[in-house]
C-alpha cells in the first residue's frame, strides 16, 4: 500500500508536514481539529501538494528531510520549483546505522 507525504497550508502562513494512507481523510481530519496538535491551532487552510512513496518507513524519511527545510523551501516543494528527489538523500547516502557509528 503506498503511503503519501503532504504539504497543507495553515492560517498563519506555514506549512505543515504529514504523512497518511489517505491523505483526503487525513485533510479533513486536520480541519476537523482531530488531527496533528499544530494544525488544531493553526488552521489548515489548503492542501498544497502530496507525494507517493513505496511505503510507510520510505514516507517517514521524507516527512524528516522536509520538516528540516526552511519554510521557503517547502513553499517551493508545494509549489514545484523544488522537486521531492532534490530533498532526499541519494541512494547510500542515509544516515548511518547504529552498527555503523561505533
Not at 24 to 43: E, I, L, Q
Not at 56 to 83: F, I, M
Amino acid at each position: 500500500m503506498p503511503w503519501f507525504l503532504y504539504l497543507i497550508e495553515c492560517s498563519d502562513g506555514s506549512v505543515y508536514t504529514g504523512i497518511a494512507t489517505d491523505v483526503a481523510a487525513r485533510f479533513d481530519k486536520h480541519c476537523a481539529g482531530t488531527g496533528a496538535r499544530y494544525t488544531r491551532s493553526r488552521k489548515p487552510v489548503r492542501l498544497l501538494a502530496s507525494f507517493e512513496l513505496t511505503d510507510r518507513s520510505s514516507a517517514l524519511r521524507a516527512e524528516y528531510r522536509v520538516k528540516q527545510l526552511a519554510p521557503a523551501q517547502k513553499w517551493e516543494l508545494a509549489c514545484g520549483a523544488r522537486t521531492l528527489e532534490s530533498v532526499l538523500p541519494a541512494v547510500g547516502d542515509d544516515e548511518p546505522s547504529p552498527s555503523e557509528e561505533s
